[in-house]
């Protein structure tokens, strides 16, 4: 899952990003809303944690034009003690959620888990296919009960084919799911997690669909 940070206080924004880099989320973090809507141009996040008071763009205003833009991922917004006006006006600007500063770390994993399950239309915590389950919180695979031990790479990879599974992902949609600016990629990086993927997992869960990509095949 690739996540984007929107915001301007450095301690806040660390402690954050650290966080959620150890959850196994790739995070890009911007610091003002134009560099906010530069980002959002790409396309390539699954969710948006925003804070509202920003340099250079409020971070209501950048909501709005980005639903406005035809945006659909979750949007999280991150608002001061005192913001009810803020929550409100978040919330009706198309914000799916809010947290008010300070935040439990934990409180935010849990509430970025339900809208992104909510978001790919799933209703249960754990993804069941198969024998195989996968847990977002607690980042357990099992495959007919038997525990799978996965890199933290490797499970991110896993919960991209999952959810929703069977969907064909490409190779690089799925290196944009895996890493953020942060991170250099090796050319070949993905494919080899997809190779040790199939390794613990079982060779024929993980289909390759010429010149497209891969998908998850249950049997
Ligand atoms: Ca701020």
Not at 42 to 71: A, S, T
Not at 192 to 206: N, P, Q, S, T, Y
Request: aromatic share 6%.
């Amino acid at each position: 899952m690739r996540l984007l940070l929107v915001e301007d206080d450095t301690m806040i924004g660390e402690s954050i990003s650290e966080a959620l880099t150890s959850e196994h989320y790739a995070l890009d973090w911007v610091k003002d809303g134009l560099g906010a809507e530069l980002a959002l141009a790409n396309g390539v996040y699954d969710l948006l944690l925003l804070d509202l008071g920003l340099p250079k763009k409020q971070g209501l205003q950048v909501l709005k034009d980005y639903r406005k833009q035809g945006g659909i991922q979750p949007v999280l917004i991150l608002t001061a003690r005192d913001g009810l006006a803020d929550k409100v006006a978040g919330l009706d600007a198309g914000a799916d959620d809010y947290l008010v500063k300070p935040f439990e770390l934990d409180e935010l994993f849990a509430r970025l888990r339900a809208l992104l399950r909510r978001h790919s239309g799933r209703i249960q915590p754990i993804i069941t296919v198969g024998a195989l389950s996968c847990n977002p919180a607690t980042f357990e695979v099992t495959i007919d009960e038997q525990l799978i031990n996965l890199s933290a790479r490797e499970f991110a990879l896993l919960l991209a084919l999952l959810d929703p599974p069977g969907r064909v992902m490409s190779l690089s949609a799925l290196e944009e799911k895996l890493y953020s600016w942060q991170n250099e990629v090796a050319s070949n990086s993905v494919e080899v997690h997809i190779h040790r993927l199939r390794k613990k997992l079982g060779a024929e869960f993980i289909v390759n669909v010429r010149g497209v990509g891969y998908r998850w095949q249950h049997h």
